[in-house]
C-alpha cells in the first residue's frame, strides 16, 4: 500500500491514466459496436488491436526507422505517424472482416448459442495470437521514438506532456468522427436499425450482412488508430500484447454500457484513472487486477454500465 | 464470376464433410452395438479394458511409445489431462457454463498441497499428503463457490469473461505474491506414503528388488501414473452417477433453457453453483496430483493459454460426453508429446481446430446425443432473412 504516492502524485497519476484510458475506449468501441449489432462478445478484437501494432512497426521498419533512429523534425513525424495510421488500419480492418467472414459467418446462418460464438472467437484470437508469437519468434519488437516527450503546461500541479496531449485529443477526435457516423449519416442508420431489430430493418432494404461487415471493419479501424498511438506511446510491442489490453477494454465497455458508444468513451477514460490509481497503489504487477475487480464490481451491481445499453436507441 | 471461384472449395468442404458424417455414423453404430451387448460382457470388456490400462507403462505397443520423453511420464500426464476434461466437462458439457479460468483452479489445488505439505513453505505445520489432498479438494471447492457466487448470475459470456479474469488473478498472485515464492515456485511437496509389498522381487531401475521400498519416488513414476488412473477412473465413475442423477437432470434443463427449468422449478443458480464447486473440486485434485508428481509447482505452470487448451479439449472431444471429453484431453496432451516436432505449433492447431470444430460439428468429434440434438433444433429455428 503506497498511500503517500498516491496523494501527493493523485493528478500525475489522472493524466497518465487518461492518456492510457483513451487508448482503452479506442478498443473498447470495437467490442461495443460488434455487441450492439450482435449481442456477442468479439474475443477476437485483442488480437486485431495486436495485428495493428506489428503492421505499425513494420511500415516503420520499411520506412527505414529503427530503435536507435533520431527523433525526425515535426513534419516528418506526421507524415510517418498517418501512414502508420493508414497501414494499420487497414491491417486490423482486414483482420477483423477475416474473422468475421471465417469464425462468426457460418454460426450465425445456424443460429448457434452464444457459447459457440464465443467458442471459435477464442479459436479465431489463438491462432492469430500464435502465428505472429510463431512469425516473430515470441520476441518483442521495439519502436523508434517519434515524439519526445516536452511538459506543456500544468494541470492541477501535473505535467502534461505534448505526448499525452495529443494522444488524447487524437482519441477524442476519432470518437467524435465514429459518433458522426453512426448518429448523422445514411450508413450509421443502417447500423443502428440493424441493432434496434434487424427483421425489421432487412424489411426496410437494410442489407444485414453488409452493416455487420461494415461495424467490424469500423472496429478494426478504430482499433488499428488505437495501436498507432500505443506505439508511440509505449514504444514496444510483443505477440501478447492484446490480451490484457484487451481484457481492460472490454471492461471499460461494460463499465460504460456495452453497446453504447459515448459509454465506451466513459469507460475507457474512467478505467484508465482507476487502473493507473490502483496500480499507484498496490504496485504495477497489479494493474490489470484492478481492470477485472471493476469488471466484476460493474457487472454485479450495474450490469447495463454506467449509461445503459443502446447502440439502438442512440438518437431517436 | 464468383460461383465458378467458389466451386472447388465448396466441393471439398463438402467431401470433407460427407467424409465426416460417415465416420460420425460409424461411431454412433459402434456405440449402439456395444450399448447392445449382454451386461457380463460389457463389464468384462471394461475390466479387461482397465487391466491394460494400469499395465501400459510396462505395455511393448509398437507405435505408442513416445521417443523423445519418458512414456510413463506423458501417460501420467495424460491421465491428468484427462481427470481435469472429466472436471471441466461437469461445468461446460452438463451445465452449460463456459468456464476460461479453469487452471485456476488448477494452481489453488497445486499450491495447497505444496503451502500445506511443504517445509520450504511460510506455513508452519507440515501437514502428510493424505491430509493434504483432502486440504487442497475443500480449498478448490471454495474457491469455485467464491468465484461461483456472485457470478453464476450473470450471462453465458459475461461469466466466460469474468472467469478468465479470475485464472488471470490466480495467475498474477502466483507471480507476485511471497506465499507462493513466485517463478522459484515450492520444492519438497510432499508424496504419498506406502511400501512396496515385500513379496514383489521384481527388480528397480537400479538393480535392488523393490519389494519393501517405497512406492511413490522420485525413481519411478509408475505408481503416480496408477495414482492419477485410479483417480480418473474413479472421478468418472462419479460424474456419470450424477450425470443420471437428478442432479443431472436439472444442470441439463438449466443448460437448454434457464428461464424454462425455472419455472418448473429447477433452482438453476444453486445447481449451477453445484457444477461450479464440482468441477472446481476435479480441477484442484489434478492440480494436487499433477505437484505430487514434480515434487514442485511454480508460476510458469499457470498459463492462461493452457486453460483455454483445456476447453478445446472439452469443446472438440464432445461436450457433454465422457467418452468424447476423455478423446479430447488424449488428444490435446498426447499429440504434442508423441510428435514434438510439432509440438511448438499445438495451440496453432488446437486454435484451428476449435473454429473448425464449432463450424462443421458444433457437437464435437464423439457427441453426446442429447445435445446433438439441442443443436439440430436451433439450426433449425434459425430465421431465414439472417
Redesign the interface.
Known amino acids: 500500500m503506497n498511500i503517500h504516492f498516491v496523494v501527493n502524485d493523485f493528478w500525475e497519476l489522472v493524466v497518465t491514466g487518461l492518456t492510457q484510458g483513451a487508448i482503452y475506449a479506442l478498443v473498447a468501441l470495437g467490442y461495443t459496436l460488434v455487441y450492439g449489432v450482435l449481442k456477442l462478445i468479439n474475443f477476437a478484437h485483442s488480437e486485431v488491436f495486436m495485428v495493428g501494432t506489428f503492421a505499425s512497426w513494420l511500415t516503420w521498419t520499411w520506412l527505414g526507422l529503427g530503435v536507435n533512429s533520431k527523433v525526425p523534425p515535426l513534419i516528418q513525424v506526421l507524415g510517418y505517424v498517418v501512414i502508420a495510421m493508414i497501414v494499420a488500419a487497414f491491417a486490423s480492418g482486414a483482420t477483423a472482416l477475416v474473422i468475421e467472414r471465417v469464425a462468426y459467418r457460418p454460426l450465425r446462418r445456424r443460429n448457434a448459442p452464444s457459447l459457440i460464438f464465443l467458442i471459435t472467437a477464442i479459436g479465431a484470437s489463438l491462432v492469430l495470437f500464435e502465428a505472429v508469437g510463431l512469425i516473430v519468434h515470441r520476441q518483442p519488437r521495439g519502436m523508434p521514438v517519434l515524439v519526445k516527450p516536452v511538459v506543456l503546461f500544468h494541470f492541477l500541479d501535473a505535467a502534461v506532456t505534448n505526448l499525452q496531449l495529443t494522444i488524447i485529443i487524437s482519441a477524442l477526435a476519432m470518437m467524435a468522427a465514429l459518433d458522426f457516423f453512426i448518429n448523422r449519416t445514411k450508413w450509421g442508420r443502417g447500423v443502428r436499425a440493424v441493432a434496434q431489430d434487424p427483421q425489421s430493418a432487412a424489411l426496410m432494404g437494410v442489407n444485414r450482412d453488409r452493416i455487420i461487415m461494415l461495424i467490424f471493419i469500423l472496429g478494426g479501424i478504430l482499433a488499428g488508430f488505437a495501436s498507432v498511438l500505443y506505439c508511440v506511446k509505449v514504444g514496444i510491442t510483443t505477440y501478447d500484447v492484446g490480451f490484457n489490453l484487451g481484457i481492460a477494454a472490454f471492461a471499460a465497455a461494460v463499465l460504460g454500457g456495452i453497446g453504447n458508444l459515448r459509454g465506451a468513451l466513459l469507460g475507457g477514460l474512467l478505467l484508465g484513472v482507476v487502473e493507473n490509481l490502483g496500480a499507484g497503489l498496490f504496485g504495477n504487477p497489479w494493474r490489470n487486477v484492478v481492470s477485472f475487480l471493476v469488471l466484476v464490481l460493474v457487472l454485479l451491481f450495474r450490469p447495463n454500465g454506467l449509461l445503459g445499453e443502446s447502440l439502438g436507441r442512440a438518437r431517436v | 464470376m464468383t460461383q465458378t471461384n467458389d466451386k472447388p472449395r465448396v466441393g471439398v468442404t463438402d467431401t470433407l464433410r460427407r467424409f465426416d458424417d460417415r465416420r460420425a455414423e460409424a461411431v454412433s453404430g459402434l456405440r449402439q452395438r456395444w450399448s447392445d451387448l449382454p451386461r457380463a460382457w460389457r463389464v468384462g470388456a471394461l475390466v479387461a479394458l482397465i487391466v491394460v490400462l494400469y499395465a501400459l507403462p510396462d505395455l511393448a505397443i509398437p507405435g505408442i511409445r513416445t521417443t523423445e520423453t519418458d512414456f510413463t511420464g506423458v501417460l501420467f500426464l495424460v491421465a491428468i489431462y484427462v481427470l481435469i476434461a472429466v472436471g471441466l466437462n461437469v461445468v461446460v458439457g452438463l451445465a ?1 457454463l ?1 468456464d ?1 479460468g479453469y487452471i485456476g483452479f488448477f494452481a489453488v489445488g497445486a499450491y495447497t498441497v505444496a503451502i500445506f505439505g511443504s517445509p520450504n513453505s511460510p506455513v508452519v505445520i507440515k501437514f502428510p499428503w493424505l491430509v493434504c489432498i483432502p486440504i487442497a479438494i475443500a480449498l478448490t471447492m471454495i474457491s469455485g463457490v467464491l468465484l461461483g457466487w ?2 453464476l448470475r ?1 450471462r ?3 461469466l ?3 472467469t ?3 485464472g ?2 490466480i495467475r ?1 498472485i502466483a ?2 505474491s511471497t506465499i507462493t515464492n513466485g517463478n522459484r515456485g515450492i520444492a519438497g511437496v510432499p508424496v504419498p506414503p506406502g511400501n512396496w509389498p515385500s513379496f514383489v522381487q521384481t527388480i528397480g531401475i537400479d538393480g535392488e528388488p523393490l519389494g519393501g521400498r517405497a512406492l511413490f519416488s522420485i525413481n519411478d513414476t509408475r505408481p503416480f501414473y496408477w495414482l492419477a488412473l485410479t483417480a480418473v477412473l474413479l472421478c468418472m465413475y462419479g460424474v456419470r452417477r450424477l450425470e443420471n442423477s437428478r442432479v443431472g437432470r436439472a444442470w441439463l434443463a438449466v443448460r437448454e433453457d434457464e428461464d424454462a427449468a425455472e419455472i418448473m422449478g429447477v433452482p438453476s443458480f444453486r445447481f449451477k453453483l453445484w457444477a461450479f464447486a464440482i468441477g472446481a473440486a476435479l480441477g484442484g485434485l489434478s492440480g494436487a496430483l499433477f505437484a505430487t508428481h514434480n515434487t514442485f509447482f511454480n508460476a510458469e505452470s499457470v498459463l ?2 493452457t486453460s ?1 487448451l483445456y ?2 479439449a472439452v ?1 472438440v472431444g464432445g461436450a457433454g460426453n465422457l467418452l468424447g471429453v476423455t478423446v479430447g484431453a488424449i488428444i490435446i496432451s498426447y499429440l504434442p508429446e508423441r510428435f514434438r516436432e510439432f509440438a ?2 499445438r ?2 492447431l ?6 473448425a470444430v ?2 462443421f460439428r ?1 457437437q464435437g468429434i464423439v457427441p453426446s446425443r442429447r445435445r446433438a440434438v439441442e ?1 439440430a433444433d ?2 433449425k ?3 431465414t ?2
Open positions: 452449460g463456459l476460461l456472485p457470478t450473470l453465458g459470456d459475461y466466460a469473461i469474468v478468465l479474469g479470475f488471470e488473478i498474477l507471480t507476485n492462461l493459454q483455454i476447453v478445446a469443446v511448438d505449433y495451440y496453432l488446437f486454435g484451428l481446430a476449435l473454429i464449432m463450424i458444433p443443436l436451433r439450426a429455428e434459425a430465421p432473412n439472417v
